[in-house]
DNA sequence: CTGTTAGCGCCTTCAC
DNA sequence: GTGAAGGCGCTAACAG
């Protein structure tokens, strides 16, 4: 691996006199940059990234952490953030926090090997983001509070998607509503899910926790969950599923038994990811802005980035999403 | 920012120690890690990621560059991908090659930022690829031939699938078959096409240009190619589209003028991406094994790194999925 | 077990 | 316009 000084020798010239050629600073002869870019070429000279963002203390890139790089949810949300970074003259590196506290995304945090971070990863501590945000070092956090100076949080409605979701089958007639919920320790479940109880109390259904599921925010949690619904036999009149995914689980939980959604039992999911309108009845569902979250995010960090004052909460509204899931009862 | 100096200097041990209690290396008592634990911990020390890497010639991480983070296709290849990475201790980052030659991927590429990477990008250029392939930095592309001997070249059976695909329309009395195209300059396109044609061939059908329509791998492709096809009045027996984006932009194309599948003209796809199966009517497809092209890639990048010898060339099978979209003619 | 020291590859002030 | 030299933060011999 050839490094700048061999180029430099090779060229008959200094190290700082190769580096001002090959980073295009004007302070060289023409002749003498010809002459350093050939022998890098002969070389087939690469600078080593490391030691030059050591040496600046800046990486001009910012990673996007998220709890799993697949995933359907992700899709608009990476290109939100993509197209902002890059027309910035930013890199992005997407990167997955599988493994917590020993992932390649908690080493991004911590060693700080970018210059901002837009964090949706439940498995990533709070500890950990509040420790490694910095003012050089802004953090955006899409799933959870933290309180620092420098993390800012962005997060959609929950609460008024939960809401609009369990009023909109609670409006349709409907008075016993399943919820099938995220994960416990999820920020954006617990908002639904207190969107969702204000709405069975604002029409005055008592809230029952035997129509309280978890899911997990998996299809297979919401498969499950559906499963054990069906095994109690007294099936509420709709279910709410905190997300998407779960919802698409419970279809096919109800198609197996041939339990007919919506004739029989309505549903209604939650984020709108792009299979929820080609299913079978097309999904009734909250639709989160997800590229627009992407974008928001980034923006903030190159703000942050800038020295700029900025807000440090941001909520951004959900769509209601009417399908064909949900019947008049 | 606290650096290891300031650690040592605060703990009263020399920076070596320092390090060595850091790393956990056994050579310092446990009364002086507990130390610079204590140091580090008061002064908030954060290890410079940079530094360290540069030190050890190893970043212990490995790339994996896409020509789109989002996007159906990629989540199971990316899963192969996480799992096997992960599982080998090493950390795994996703980059997007949107900008072509100043990408963040090219940039990866190039400066050795990681110790290996696998690329499906076809917005990367071969030449960045093989100036960039060495003994210690193994690249695996599954998107072209590359002839170099650090890149080793996976692909799934495109010519196979191809050929399947049209075999089976034709085994169904079709006659008159268009494809619909991907880039002209993708080799996966160029394959299935090939496929295509030998099916023709062996069905004694001749081949005719103008069923060969460009989609460009996209929704949008399809559903313009399809417009076209359909513009021309005379519309083929089938429809085999290079992947299954592009056939779904053809399904639409189709509702829009009440052209029914497969009663009035059957399509096959190719990919087998998720949404396949839930499209109305269920799409006919060829599946590629994503997942295991994802692994057996980065299993491959370990086997170099560890030195051993290994196939330059690895060809993955792929599945016929008979679904509903030809109908027997 | 601990401290001293020499770089890793690059950038950049400072003289010339 | 060019060269010498120092140092970014860290690791790993090597001595003691």
Not at 49 to 75: M, V
Not at 97 to 110: D, E, H, I, Q, Y
Not at 114 to 128: K, M, Q, R, S
Request: net charge neutral.
């Amino acid at each position: 691996m050839a490094t700048i000084k061999d180029v430099a020798k090779k060229a008959g010239v200094a190290v700082s006199t190769a580096s001002y050629a090959l980073n295009g600073i004007n302070k060289v002869s023409s002749a003498t940059v010809e002459k350093v870019l050939k022998a890098a070429q002969e070389l087939n000279y690469q600078k080593n990234g490391f030691a030059s963002d050591l040496k600046r203390a800046k990486t001009n890139t910012i990673a996007l952490i998220l709890s799993d790089l697949s995933g359907p949810y992700f899709s608009e949300l990476i290109k939100g953030v993509q197209d902002v970074t890059v027309s910035n003259g930013f890199d992005l590196v997407a990167c997955s926090s599988v493994g917590g506290p020993k992932s390649t995304a908690t080493k991004f945090l911590k060693e700080k090997r970018v210059d901002g971070a837009i964090v949706l990863a439940n498995n990533i501590t709070t500890d950990v983001i509040k420790a490694s945000a910095r003012k050089d070092f802004p953090i955006v956090v899409l799933d959870r509070k933290v309180d620092s100076p420098y993390v800012i949080h962005a997060e959609v409605n929950n609460y008024k998607g939960g809401y609009d979701a369990a009023s909109y089958m609670l409006e349709k007639g409907h008075r016993s509503i399943a919820y099938v919920s995220g994960p416990l320790d999820s920020h954006d479940n617990e908002e639904r899910f207190k969107g969702y109880r204000q709405a069975l109390t604002d029409f005055d259904v008592t809230y029952q926790s035997r129509w309280k599921l978890t899911g997990n925010f998996t299809r297979e949690g919401g498969y499950r969950a559906t499963k054990t619904l069906i095994a109690q036999q007294n099936l509420p009149d709709g279910i709410f599923y905190a997300n998407d995914e779960m919802a698409l689980g419970g279809l096919q939980a109800f198609q197996e038994k041939n339990i007919r959604v919506p004739e029989d039992i309505s549903i209604i999911g939650f984020d709108d990811i792009q299979i929820s309108s080609y299913v079978q009845p097309p999904l009734t569902t909250i639709r989160q802005p997800k590229y627009e979250a992407g974008s928001l995010a980034v923006h903030l960090i190159f703000q942050m980035l800038a020295g700029e004052e900025v807000e440090k909460t941001y909520k951004l509204a959900t769509d209601f999403i009417e399908r064909q899931s949900v019947k008049n009862k």
